[in-house]
């Protein structure tokens, strides 16, 4: 805590706890912008082949990117999965611990760890790929052994777990089951319980994935992480759209966790998480905005509209919409136990003190019936007047105090123009399987439309 105290007149200020974005993506940061309106496995090549090959100095300035957004609008505390490309490295992710801890945000830095080439990784058919088709520059690479990525993660955990006052955790982060051998998963598993440590990992966000979980494992991904030991309280599954029956139940027995991005989830088209249906199971969730190329806003207050209003297009029944007051709590307490922060998300005694201040003289209070309902449904973050991190003022009269703002976005653009001409090359690499992803697509796309099941 500081050493010295200041007193803040609040008198014309509403207090909240600040929020908790439980899912984003530091690399992704340089990519805003970049990606045009596609489903996830197109939108993906481009996603990728615009953030291989990063010096230290970018991944930094791409973490700090974000930082400086979540601040700004009211979050407090985040959980980065970091996807380090082409392979997860420990200088790369210390330059984001680095940032991290300049930036005076509370985070879970959960390093992404997977080791299927991205050819794997989807249900592809021979006929999907063109004769004599040359993937060895794009999607066929030999990945990093298991055991030496996550003998990395656990370097950096030992590192960095616990520092800048409790306020930096480390997390294990699969990218995704069907990018992991079970191998990988179960290492991850056993670092997730070695450390009591979050393990966070995509899950079921297309109906693709669905289909190569299938193709698989013979059963559903969620069924698979069961049989392997996978969920438990400590594990977060990302998105989970295309839940089979019965997932919610198994999710639930396993107190595991699920984290809803509703805005990332229509930028792409990827579906609906049944957010109603698992609230009244009793499984715990937070909420995440995910990329800066994929929603592609790290405004968590958006989400939490979103969160409050989407769901009551898959209901006519107003009792099981969410509205303002249960999104709030999801991006705020919700999130934090969702990613392991405890004392963080409630301003009460014993707290941790984040606290999110917003100026009531703004059009978003005016008149004042509800502030609950107008800080979620009419405010967007320009009422933001300070923001408090573990008792420090992170944000004061509207700008960062930890951080120089301007510097970090002058160097971003430095660094983009640089980027937009050495990236060619890479985005050539990845049309390579532009069409294989197209063709294949289209072929589930029949099977749907007839209504056959491909398993
Ligand atoms: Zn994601």
Not at 26 to 36: Q, V
Not at 127 to 136: R, V, Y
Not at 196 to 224: D, P
Request: glycine share 8%.
């Amino acid at each position: 805590m500081p050493s010295e105290r200041e007193f803040i007149d609040a008198s014309h200020l509403l207090a909240i706890p600040g929020f908790v974005n439980c899912h984003s993506h530091s690399p992704d940061n340089m990519t805003r912008g970049m990606t045009g309106d596609m489903p996830l496995e197109l939108w993906s090549l481009t996603s990728s082949a615009a953030r291989e090959k990063r010096d230290l100095r970018e991944i930094y300035v791409s973490t700090m990117l974000g930082a400086i957004e979540m601040i700004l609008s009211g979050t407090t505390a985040v959980l980065d999965h970091v996807r380090i490309s082409p392979d997860v490295d420990l200088d790369s992710l210390d330059a984001v611990a680095a940032a991290w801890k300049d930036s005076g945000m509370r985070v879970v830095i959960a390093p992404i760890v997977s080791d299927k080439s991205v050819v794997d990784t989807l249900p592809f058919e021979p006929g999907d790929f063109s004769e004599g088709q040359d993937l060895s520059s794009y999607g066929r690479r030999q990945p990093l052994p298991p055991a030496e990525q996550m003998r990395i993660v656990e370097e950096f955990y030992n590192r960095w777990n616990g520092q800048s006052e409790g306020r930096i955790s480390v997390a294990i982060g699969p990218s995704g089951p069907q990018r992991c051998s079970d191998a990988l998963l179960l290492a991850a598993g056993e670092f997730s319980e070695r450390h009591n440590a979050i393990l966070h990992t995509h899950a079921l966000e297309t109906r693709l994935q669905r289909e190569m979980g299938f193709k698989l494992y013979r059963r559903g991904v969620v069924a698979h992480l069961n049989e392997l030991g996978l969920l438990t309280p400590r594990t977060n599954l990302v998105h989970s759209i295309w839940l089979e029956p019965g997932d919610i139940e198994i999710i639930a027995a396993a107190d595991a966790s699920v984290v809803h991005n509703p805005v990332s989830n229509a930028r792409l088209g990827s579906g609906y998480c049944p957010i109603p249906d698992l609230l009244e199971s009793g499984v715990r969730i937070g909420l995440g905005t995910d990329s800066a190329c994929c929603n592609d806003s790290a405004n968590l207050l958006e989400t939490v509209k979103w969160t409050a209003l989407l769901h009551n297009l898959r209901s006519d029944n107003e009792e099981r919409w969410i509205g303002p007051g249960n999104a709030l709590r999801l991006g705020t307490s919700g999130g934090a136990n969702v990613i392991g922060l405890s004392g963080v998300g409630r301003i009460e005694p014993g707290y941790s003190a984040d606290i999110t201040f917003f100026r009531l003289q703004n059009p978003a209070f005016k008149p004042l019936h509800d502030p609950t309902r107008q800080l979620v449904l009419s405010e967007n973050g320009r009422a933001i007047d300070r923001v408090m991190i573990n008792g420090r003022i992170a944000v004061s009269d509207g700008r960062c105090t930890n951080i120089d703002a301007s510097a970090i976005w002058d160097e971003a653009q430095a660094i983009a123009d640089r980027r937009r001409i050495d990236g060619a090359s890479a985005h050539v690499a990845a049309n390579a399987l532009e069409q294989p992803i197209r063709k294949m697509r289209s072929r589930y796309g029949k099977l749907w439309a007839e209504g056959c099941s491909c398993h």
